[in-house]
């Protein structure tokens, strides 16, 4: 998937967790923003990906129950998030909803039966998962994902 068919699927995913939650996310004007999109057209998107996710973390993280009641879109978002970073925030949601086993297994399964975007996702999320990234569990999940 190419960076712009990947950015509008995560921005997607928040949208609907945004949705789901009742919330809505606004940016301001940023000069700053402006200038980046000159050399790099994605960073306006880019940029707002990131105020969704935070507005969507604030409240999940705030109130345990929310995030357990939409942990499916939570994961739903996780798992379109390729950065190598920002699926932290997502991830510690999920950790203290529905707590790390079932973090691990719901990574799991996307590792065995995802699109190719969810397995590397996935694989990316994993670290954030608070194991090791040499569980023998996630080893074999990720050699049958073909990763």
């Not at 699109?115 to 090791?132: G, I, K, L, V």
């Amino acid at each position: 998937m190419n960076r712009a068919d990947g950015l509008d699927l995560q921005e997607a995913r928040l949208d609907e967790l945004l949705a789901a939650l009742g919330l809505t996310c606004h940016t301001d004007d940023d000069p700053r923003v402006e200038r980046l999109a000159a050399t790099e057209p994605l960073y306006p998107q880019y940029h707002r990906i990131g105020h969704k996710r935070q507005t969507a973390y604030r409240a999940l993280a705030a109130d345990r129950a929310l995030a357990r009641d939409h942990a499916d879109a939570v994961l739903a978002a996780l798992l379109c998030d390729d950065d190598p970073s920002s699926p932290r925030w997502l991830a510690a949601v999920l950790l203290t909803a529905i707590g790390r086993r079932a973090l691990q297994d719901r990574l799991l399964a996307a590792l065995a039966d995802g699109t190719p975007h969810q397995r590397e996702c996935a694989a990316n999320a994993w670290r954030w998962a608070d194991t090791a990234p040499d569980d023998p569990r996630y080893l074999a999940a990720l050699a049958r994902s073909g990763e």
